[in-house]
């Protein structure tokens, strides 16, 4: 039970950690243009890797539960994060309110890339 709660607790920490580098850095992030896109995908994918392969040995997740851990992180996170993608123009006041879509993929192409570690180190 512990380790749950402290894995849920890491997902929202995670999500915190995220809305405030996209709420200090976010227009370096939504930047007009096809490589800045790649760019940010590619950054996305590899963050989420770390992630995945990271967090639960960091949470000290025994070898057969390592990917649970990391679905209990990742929960929270993505409902925290379509909250924060549903009232984009809220949260990110200075941000195109449009990039709202870019953001919310982002999200998801970064959870699934954990999980994606999280299964190739399980």
Known sequence: MKRALVSIASGIMVAIA?????AFAGTQ?????RSPFQINFIGGAALGLIIGFALPALLGAPKGERLATLALVLVP??????????HFQVFYRDL????????GALMLWGAAFAMIGGLIRR
């Open 18 to 22: 995220v809305y405030a580098g996209f």
């Open 29 to 33: 992030f939504f930047i007009d243009g």
């Open 77 to 86: 996170f993505l409902m925290i994060e379509a909250a924060i993608t549903s």
């Open 96 to 103: 195109n309110p449009v990039m709202d879509k870019v953001y």
